[in-house]
């Protein structure tokens, strides 16, 4: 029983990150936010090793999942995201820390454009969640970034499987974010069938594509939230065989 216990508040600790439901991002009441420089970002990115691993399986759905739910991110927690999901290298995410600061106006640009995606993105797949048509200009985010990024797909190789991936060209700074934008416009023309499901677990909410066989997953991560739920269902049924 001690061991059982351990283990819940192991995965109890894991799920602190899951820190925002989608349903927030459905309300329309937005929580209050502190003033703050924008740009502002003291501590070093850390290295993707040192990140707990993204659930989304796609680089949009992780992009919204990662970067919070009021789009409001930093210029530090983008970077972060960008080394996370290996767009940008750890040498490149030391050199761009200091972009706010060495070219503002650029560094400013490309944070816009990337909390415009988000905002987005988080509305769209709220909308596939729920099976619901959206308006035209919702998508206009995505298009700008495709417009005016250029970059050839190409086979490669993780986990031992081969995927064709999209890699830009590396001009200016909208490649940056071309990426994610590619992995949008792909689920978002699935369309209705696009399989853009949320966590079962109400405390968690993270966003998850369905690759399984059944498409009946339920959970963002079985090593999680759905541990999490199994020891949970466990003890109940400890508790209801004592009485």
Not at 133 to 150: Q, S
Not at 185 to 199: D, H, Q
Request: one cysteine or more.
């Amino acid at each position: 029983m001690v061991a059982i216990l351990a283990q819940f508040i192991e995965i109890d600790l894991l799920t602190i990150h899951n820190r925002f439901s989608i349903f927030d991002r459905l309300s329309p009441v937005r929580r209050p936010s502190m003033p703050s420089n924008r740009f502002a970002e003291p501590k070093p990115v850390n290295d993707a090793h040192d990140s707990p691993s993204l659930v989304g399986g796609r680089l949009s759905i992780d992009f919204v999942n990662e970067c919070g739910p009021s789009s409001d991110f930093s210029w530090g927690e983008l970077l972060h995201f960008l080394l996370l999901t290996r767009i940008i290298s750890s040498e490149r995410s030391t050199q761009l820390l200091a972009l706010p600061q060495n070219d503002p106006q650029s560094a400013g640009s490309l944070l816009l454009k990337a909390r415009r995606l988000h905002a987005a993105l988080a509305e769209i797949f709220a909308a596939l969640l729920g099976k619901e048509a959206f308006p035209r200009d919702w998508v206009e985010p995505i298009n700008e970034v495709l417009r005016v990024t250029e970059g050839h797909d190409e086979l490669l190789q993780q986990s031992g499987k081969w995927g064709l991936e999209f890699v830009a060209r590396e001009g200016g700074l909208d490649w940056l974010l071309a990426a994610i934008a590619r992995s949008a416009a792909e689920l978002i023309s699935e369309g209705a069938s696009a399989r853009v499901r949320v966590c079962s677990n109400p405390s968690c909410g993270l966003l998850f594509y369905d690759n399984s066989r059944t498409r009946r997953r339920r959970w963002c991560s079985m090593s999680l939230c759905g541990n999490r739920h199994k020891v949970a269902a466990f003890s109940r049924r400890r508790s209801a065989g004592r009485r």
